[in-house]
């Protein structure tokens, strides 16, 4: 196993370091590359996972302070890659135990039938995870603001007087969240422009190359489902929320209310905006972690999440194959 849960704090080059060693233990099913550089000079890593021609696209990371979702998709990664990996050796084995049963044959069978689902994932899709949009947000929110190299960048900052371990925004102290060009994006200060962060343009970068047929975010708080969207035909809305339905029934997570897509204060903006608008396909926004829970957000949250949303991917592939275009 590559990927631990154990770490007091999984840095980026910690998080980067294991990207890579994964990439090289599953060569044959994982590729890594990166799609673009954070303001302060950090790698943004992409990891493509199958070997399938169609395309979905899976984003964490984008808020600083939602440290849980980045190393838990790359646990996922190692999952599915692992499954895929090893799934004709188990199928060879599991023959000769029907032969020899033990009293464990039910759930071994269970987990060959496991594997075998995530192969013919794998065979029809190529997986595009972003773990870490927001690399100098998510250091800063895990180790303070002296992590920030270019002097000018941490002076900001740092004017901005927040607690670094609530540090939702990128190194330019923005918010990716509100940066993607969509109806709802409202300018808040003069010179706000859509699109103008690094981290967005790597993201839009990345939409524009696939031609995926789904897109998930995960953030944290609030074990909750985003799928509604405003800006957006009714018959849309209808589709995604029969998704929306499936995926909370794997989570247990809760569907938000239609009225609370967005805050009435708040601008637009968000990724899932951008990528409905542009291209008419599902984009939901998975919050994970308990609403209450405090920043920074405990280390025991890894493994809580990873069970929950393990199997959302591998859902969300099955029902956006069956969207009607
Ligand atoms: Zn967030």
């Excluded at 180790?143 to 007087?161: H, T």
């Excluded at 897509?261 to 396909?281: A, L, M, Q």
């Amino acid at each position: 196993m590559i990927i631990g849960f154990d770490d007091p704090i999984y840095s980026y080059d910690k998080l980067i370091e294991d990207a890579q060693a994964l990439s090289k233990q599953y060569r044959k099913i994982l590729e890594y590359v990166t799609i673009g550089k954070s303001h302060d000079n950090r790698d943004i890593a992409l990891l493509k996972l199958g070997k399938g021609k169609k395309h979905m696209i899976c984003c964490g990371g984008v808020h600083g302070r939602e440290t849980i979702n980045p190393v838990v998709l790359l646990r996922i990664i190692e999952f599915y890659a692992q499954s895929y990996t090893c799934y004709r050796q188990q199928k060879s084995s599991l023959m000769s135990k029907l032969y020899n049963p033990t009293k464990n044959l039910i759930s071994e069978y269970e987990r060959m039938l496991y594997a075998a689902c995530i192969h013919e994932l794998l065979q029809t899709y190529t997986i595009l995870f972003v773990p870490l949009l927001n690399p100098d947000g998510y250091m800063i929110s895990l180790e303070g603001f002296d992590c920030i190299r270019n002097e000018e960048l941490r002076a900001k900052c740092k004017s901005m007087r927040l607690p670094h371990h609530e540090w939702k925004f990128n190194a330019r102290g923005m918010d990716i969240n509100r940066n993607f060009p969509s109806r709802l994006w409202r300018q808040k200060f003069e010179g706000d422009y859509p699109a103008s962060e690094n981290e967005t343009k790597a993201l839009i970068s990345l939409f524009k190359e696939y031609k995926s047929l789904g897109f998930l975010d995960f953030h944290s708080r609030g074990k909750q489902i985003y799928y509604y969207r405003s800006q957006m035909p009714e018959s849309y809305n209808k589709r995604v929320l029969h998704i929306a339905k499936r995926l909370k029934k794997v989570t247990n997570y809760q569907l938000v209310a239609p009225q609370e897509e967005i805050d009435p204060s708040d601008s637009g903006g968000n990724t899932v905006h951008y990528y409905s608008e542009y291209f008419g396909k599902p984009a939901l926004t998975i919050e994970t972690v308990d609403e209450e829970a405090a920043f920074p957000l405990d280390i025991s949250y890894r493994a809580i999440t990873y069970e929950e949303i393990m199997p959302v991917i591998f859902e969300f592939g099955a029902l956006i194959i069956q969207w009607l275009y």
